[in-house]
């Protein structure tokens, strides 16, 4: 069954929403993780959590070592494609949220910037290591 433009830049709105989620997610925390720590916070040590933000910068260093966009840039031009848009051609709220996320540097430069990033995320669970039991 086709898919309606309005109805897939929809999709594509709703993939940016969640791929810019999930960046706050992997960049505060690798700020509240340490802050936290210092400051006492408990939560900063639960399992779930600290397991979640390592599995999510794990999946975008794999990505980049492997010279690969993340799925979710390419969900996201797909749905676009299929309004009938060239992808990240979009209004412009859009448009700057695409701007601050999509930098026209080389992948290499990524997958050295996510490595780095992934090591930091192993030596804070390291230094502030989740506390399994309550």
Do not use: E
């Amino acid at each position: 069954m086709p898919v309606s433009p309005s109805m897939a830049v929809f999709f594509a709105d709703v993939i940016l929403a969640v791929h810019g989620v999930i960046i706050a997610f992997n960049v505060l925390g690798l700020v509240l993780i340490p802050w936290g720590a210092w400051r006492g916070w408990k939560w900063v040590r639960r399992p779930f959590w600290r397991l979640a933000h390592l599995v999510a910068l794990s999946i975008v260093a794999l990505q980049a070592l492997l010279g690969r966009a993340c799925f979710l840039t390419l969900w996201q031009d797909h749905w676009l494609g299929l309004a009938g848009l060239q992808p990240r051609h979009q209004p412009l709220i859009q448009g700057w949220i695409n701007h601050l996320l999509f930098w026209p540097l080389p992948i290499a430069f990524f997958a050295t910037l996510y490595v780095l990033v992934w090591g930091y995320v192993l030596w804070l669970w390291y230094q502030v290591p989740p506390r399994w039991h309550r």
